[in-house]
């Protein structure tokens, strides 16, 4: 699950959605101060400020929880791939490419992806976790494969196998975060977005 | 570390070598066997074919040992890189691709590789493991470029730019061991070596 959509700016909800919300924002910032190991329902209790026999109401399992977060988390990062502009392929993919590798990251970020990693590297573990990655990963390569596509129909890409430049583009982009956030290095993927453009330049497009 | 070299195989060695290759593979199986989280001192030593007290001799915290088994695994890796034929650029960069997405991962690489990614996400906390996979990742880095631009000064690769090919290889290798590794499916790696192997052959090589 590479990309976030921003936890910190919260909708406007009813009072249901906004405890739920308000529980999810709770469990951001726990995992942000830190880290995934070291957050337990007490922690995110503490972030939380509404009262804490709520939130115990709602979830006795750190494992349950954190699961129902990365699902709202991938609800969320949905609402933002329908919201990219789809109008131009070669707009929309590079958009897409912004989600895998933001620009700038600020220390909040690079701690909630470097929580995020911590996730995935125990979904092996946890059967609900991994459902969750898997339905992130899916997300991306499909967002990934149709835009390729439309940009080969259009005539403004070159005719490439589509789910190959697709999964070439989502595997560098998670190599480069899982190396930035690992290293606490925000130039890798500062470097690794640009090198990805020049690959969609010189390789996918028809008439660069 | 995307990489590991086999540390089921163990060379001949002096009996202060064979103490310290006995202690590693030690660490291995358990590593194997329960995952980083899970791994404790007194676990590996449940693994330790020798004395328990020489193992409690040499470490008495995980942190100290895993940071050691890193760093044995590296002096491996270097070697195995040592001993890859050099002759033509094309097999060599294809050698050490090998070596980033092995062919044929069997349960127990894909234990282990599991358990390098569980240390891996937790490099941020720890200044010693974050040590080694600088110098890993380094390792691959360097090799790759040095490849690269061999197979650019033998006129067998098109003049691209050394230092971007290497890195969008070795992003997309380590994006795909990610993925593959924490949702179990080997398959992800496989493809993914099809894909960067297309990737030299269309866009590295000279005269494809």
């Known amino acids: 699950?590479?990309?976030?959509?921003?936890?910190?700016?919260?909708?406007?909800?009813?009072?249901?959605?906004?405890?739920?919300?308000?529980?999810?924002?709770?469990?951001?910032?726990?995992?942000?101060?830190?880290?995934?190991?070291?957050?337990?329902?007490?922690?995110?209790?503490?972030?939380?400020?509404?009262?804490?026999?709520l939130l115990y109401y709602h979830y006795d399992d750190k494992e349950d929880l954190l699961e129902?977060?990365?699902?709202?988390?991938?609800?969320?990062?949905?609402?933002?791939l329908d919201e990219v502009d789809r109008d131009d392929p070669e707009e929309h993919l590079l958009a897409i490419i912004d989600l895998l590798l933001p620009p700038e990251m600020d220390d909040e970020d690079g701690q909630f992806r470097r929580a995020v990693l911590e996730m995935r590297s125990q979904a092996p573990y946890h059967e609900g976790y991994r459902a969750q990655f898997e339905r992130s990963d899916e997300l991306f390569l499909t967002e990934l494969v149709?835009?390729?596509?439309?940009?080969?129909?259009?005539?403004?890409?070159?005719?490439?196998?589509?789910?190959?430049?697709?999964?070439?583009?989502?595997?560098?982009?998670?190599?480069?975060?899982?190396?930035?956030?690992?290293?606490?290095?925000?130039?890798?993927i500062e470097r690794n977005r640009e090198i990805i453009r020049g690959y969609v330049e010189s390789q996918l497009l028809r008439y660069a």
Chains 1, 2 share one sequence.
């Open 1 to 53: 699950m590479a990309c976030w959509p921003n936890v910190r700016t919260m909708s406007d909800s009813t009072d249901a959605e906004s405890v739920t919300e308000e529980i999810m924002l709770a469990t951001y910032r726990a995992l942000c101060t830190h880290g995934y190991p070291n957050t337990s329902i007490a922690k995110i209790a503490d972030e939380f400020e509404k009262s804490k026999s």
């Open 68 to 80: 129902d977060f990365l699902a709202f988390l991938l609800d969320r990062l949905e609402t933002r």
């Open 146 to 188: 149709s835009v390729v596509e439309r940009g080969i129909e259009a005539e403004e890409f070159r005719p490439v196998n589509a789910e190959e430049a697709a999964e070439f583009i989502f595997s560098a982009a998670n190599g480069a975060v899982e190396r930035g956030v690992t290293l606490g290095d925000t130039d890798v």
